[in-house]
């Protein structure tokens, strides 16, 4: 079985300390060269990650240099000079300049010595301008470089020099005593115009690090020193991508850092008995959704069975399955801890994690879990941690003695103290509103079909290996692609019922975690990191991984959100991105398909929450203005009322199934007069009553007739070439706080396709454009019709999987923006063509007929 395969441990020196990159940084400040050196040169001997090997390599000059090893600090000049990193090459070259001439002059005059402690020691080099510093690609800055104090005011980089630094009584929190330079104090991002440094070139990727992002320089550590670093490489195929960056003006990305509260006051309690309420109707729907699953499943393998000759049906498919399926359900509830243990260590490397080990990562975490159990009389909960880059948290058990609370390796080492701490009182949240079992229980069920869909696939890759005969071959991969693309669909409707549940539940559950901290800018930085770092390993892994997916309903913030949003984050301020999300009239009916509520509406809550402790936000969230006193009327946005919002762009977006809302009405009225004319004897009218179910499916179908047949021109206009936008235009589409998929906007998108290969990726379940402006999700449908998506044909998006390739279609602005693919050409002169106007008329033709003729059966 295919499984997650562990980073590789961390190599200890020849001291036996583990080398540390931020460790290193933190000595190499505090003067501590020595110690800066021994973990510096460790780090070089073992670090692959190419950003922060040159750290670690600048790092080493300036210690070399500052305790007399000249040749050594030359040396390693050198080979930085011919890096392919233009700012790196930039300043190794002045550094080297500048130090053979100084020892020169020290072999030619004895009585001269070298300063090593002399902290003016490089300032004969030019520091480098704000553009340079902003194109740096390893995000290190030169001790020598760092502006001094009288400059700090203008300095557009953010960097603040060490002699600015905040004391180590007010780092106390810091493991290390390393502050980051994204964690520096800075002026508010708008406050000072910065120039967009041109794109440097696109270095060589290292064979052991794939890139993260190949569309950002730097992007700023997500917590302390590298740890939140993205690697820009080429894919190193021959279909590599080199678009350039979106110039978007006055802007470079930095972390305000705003603070804590330390004395707070509650925030009000939410209504708890909400969530209760939820969890019953999920229960319900859950319920009612598996066992017309399987009632349909065995239905339809009677129906085969009694049409094949020498065979009986199974008379135990025509029972009511109901009791069964309820034992089922409460055996899972029972075993969900183990069971879901049992998965995460099998196929995705799970391990225990130690409270000591957590120490080290976030003191803060480790305090709060204790502080909290305590508190509330909890057994301390099982902790875990998943070997994969991509920032994740997740929890599940049936009772707070069970839970677990389970991190990534990434969000460890991309999140700061704080973050940290925020993310594991959010988990903490969902054992104290108790929809930690329910939700253990829902992904349990989807993980059935999900294992089949993608263990399918791998069986099918393996297959096509081993067996020679391409008939056999041909059979067996067509019976593996039926199957994935079967489980698939059945984990799409397994998903459904667990939606509500899983979207209203982190609104309590950062709720929780805001009032158990006092942190809640910490919580809004955690949950943006942890969409960036979704998005760069999405990138890095150029594909989404099954973990991501399949566990999408427990993690913090949704997989499809994040990469869009995470994407576009070093290109362009995220706050307009977030306006849509926090603004929009219409989006909670907009998510209804999503299992995570919009990001920009949690983040403004915890916003909200920062301003009511009078704290400095994170995020520069405009205040919705007020209504009028007696206005019963929420505040709006600014946003929105520049871009007001009609009925009719609702009415017409939901137009199908508001037609199938007015096909049930009618149903329920020609009931009624069925009814009344039974009740009269009235034969001419009596038979509805007799023929209502007919009658009731053929309004239905009409009704979903009429109304996709009344938005299908607004929602699939013309392609013409006057009206295509590019890439270009991503941010000002993403940031359109009014707009809705209705609103379609025609445009060509260039870029690498990134997804899955092979049949996991048939019905287009994974497929992603990586354009200069950010990542866009791609809808397929394939030009045969929904069961041409499983017909063996050439060529298909997945066959152009990591190539350059060229999109056209239709973008849609909703809870997750995406585009509807007409054509996905590449450069060979390949192009794949999609289906989605022709086959929304045909569907809307097919409801019409089969409806009429219904209409008419009953009428006889």
Request: aromatic share 8%.
């Amino acid at each position: 079985m295919t499984s997650i395969p562990e980073p590789p441990p961390s190599s200890a020196g020849a001291s036996g300390v583990t080398p540390s990159l931020e460790t290193g940084l933190a000595a190499l400040k505090q003067g501590d060269y020595s110690a800066a050196i021994t973990h510096l040169e460790g780090i070089c001997e073992i670090e692959l990650h190419e950003p922060s090997l040159l750290r670690a390599q600048m790092g080493l000059v300036v210690a070399y240099e500052r305790t007399g090893k000249a040749e050594k600090a030359i040396a390693l000049c050198q080979t930085l000079s011919k890096s392919e990193k233009s700012q790196v090459k930039q300043w190794a070259t002045r550094t080297l300049t500048d130090l053979q001439a100084r020892f020169s002059q020290k072999k030619s005059a004895p009585a001269q010595t070298l300063q090593p402690s002399n902290p003016t020691a490089f300032q004969s080099s030019p520091a480098p301008t704000s553009s340079e510093a902003g194109a740096n690609p390893t995000g290190f800055v030169p001790l020598d470089n760092l502006p001094n104090s009288s400059k700090a005011a203008a300095n557009p980089t953010g960097f603040v020099p060490l002699d600015n630094l905040p004391p180590a009584s007010e780092a106390a929190a810091n493991s290390t005593g390393f502050v980051p330079l994204d964690n520096l104090p800075v002026k508010p991002r708008q406050s000072v115009p910065k120039a967009v440094p041109p794109p440097p070139p696109l270095p060589s990727r290292r064979s052991a690090n794939p890139p993260a992002l190949p569309n950002q320089e730097a992007q700023p550590s997500a917590g302390e020193g590298s740890k939140g670093e993205r690697e820009q490489g080429k894919a190193g195929e021959s279909e590599s991508l080199s678009t350039p960056q979106p110039q978007i003006q006055n802007y470079q990305p930095s972390w305000r850092n705003a603070g804590r509260a330390q004395n707070w006051k509650p925030l009000r309690t939410p209504k708890q008995w909400r969530l209760w309420l939820l969890q019953g109707a999920t229960v319900f729907l859950m319920l009612a959704v598996i066992r017309a699953v399987v009632h349909f499943a065995m239905s339809t393998i009677n129906d085969i069975i009694v049409k094949l000759p020498f065979m009986s049906p199974i008379q135990a498919f025509y029972y009511d399955q109901t009791q069964s399926i309820l034992m089922i359900l409460l055996a899972l509830l029972i075993l969900s801890p183990w069971l879901l243990d049992g998965l995460l260590e099998l196929f995705y490397g799970q391990k225990p994690l130690s409270v000591k080990t957590l120490e080290t990562h976030s003191p803060e975490a480790a305090k709060m879990l204790k502080r909290v159990c305590w508190k509330k009389k909890w057994p301390w909960p099982t902790l875990k941690v998943l070997p994969i880059n991509a920032p994740v948290a997740l929890s599940y058990g049936n009772l707070p003695r069970t839970a677990r609370i389970v991190v990534s390796q990434g969000l460890l080492d991309q999140l700061a103290d704080d973050e940290i701490a925020a993310i594991y009182a959010g988990e903490l949240g969902h054992i104290a509103n108790w929809d930690l079992a329910l939700m253990s229980v829902a992904v349990l069920v989807v993980q059935i079909p999900y294992l089949i869909y993608w263990q399918a696939a791998d069986w099918e890759e393996r297959g096509q290996r081993l067996i020679q005969s391409p008939f056999l071959s041909s059979v067996f991969g067509g019976t593996m692609a039926v199957v994935s693309s079967l489980a698939y669909g059945i984990y799409w409707v397994f998903r459904w019922p667990a939606f509500w549940l899983s979207r209203q539940r982190l609104y309590y559950s950062d709720r929780v975690a805001t009032q158990t901290t006092g942190n809640p800018n910490g919580l809004t930085r955690a949950l943006l990191k942890i969409a960036i770092g979704i998005a760069g390993d999405v990138g890095k892994q150029r594909s989404t991984s099954y973990l991501l997916e399949g566990f999408d309903l427990l993690i913090p913030v949704g997989c499809r959100q994040a990469i869009t949003l995470g994407s576009c984050y070093p290109l362009t301020p995220i706050e307009p991105l977030l306006e849509w999300d926090r603004s929009n009239p219409y989006r909670q009916w907009l998510t209804i398909n999503t299992a995570h509520p919009p990001l920009g509406d949690r983040l403004n809550i915890l916003a909200l929450c920062a301003r009511f402790w009078k704290l400095e936000t994170e995020l520069d969230l405009p205040v919705p203005e007020p209504a009028g006193k007696k206005s019963k009327k929420k505040p709006v946005s600014p946003a929105i009322q520049n871009s007001p919002l009609k009925t009719q762009d609702l009415l017409l977006q939901g137009a199908p199934y508001f037609g199938v809302l007015i096909g049930l009405i009618f149903g329920a009225v020609f009931w009624l007069i069925g009814w009344v004319g039974v009740q009269m004897r009235i034969p001419e009218i009596s038979w509805v009553l007799r023929d209502h179910q007919w009658l009731l499916t053929g309004l239905v179908l009409t009704g979903f007739c009429l109304g996709t047949v009344m938005r299908i021109n607004s929602f699939f206009p013309d392609i013409k070439p006057a009206n295509l936008s590019n890439e270009s235009s991503l941010p000002a589409l993403l940031a359109n706080p009014a707009a809705l998929p209705l609103d379609s906007q025609p445009v060509r998108l260039e870029g690498k396709l990134l997804g899955r290969k092979g049949i996991g990726n048939w019905l287009g379940q994974d497929l992603i454009l990586q354009t200069s402006a950010g990542f866009v999700k791609l809808h397929y449908l394939s030009k045969f019709g929904p069961i041409g998506n499983l017909w063996p044909h050439s060529p298909r998006p997945s066959d152009f999987v990591n190539k350059q390739v060229i999109a056209t279609g239709w973008f849609r602005r909703g809870a997750t923006p995406w585009l509807d693919l007409e054509t996905l050409s590449t450069s060979a002169g390949q192009t794949s063509h999609s289906g989605h106007p022709i086959w929304s008329t045909i569907l809307a033709g097919v409801a019409a007929l089969w409806g009429a003729y219904l209409i008419s059966r009953g009428g006889l």
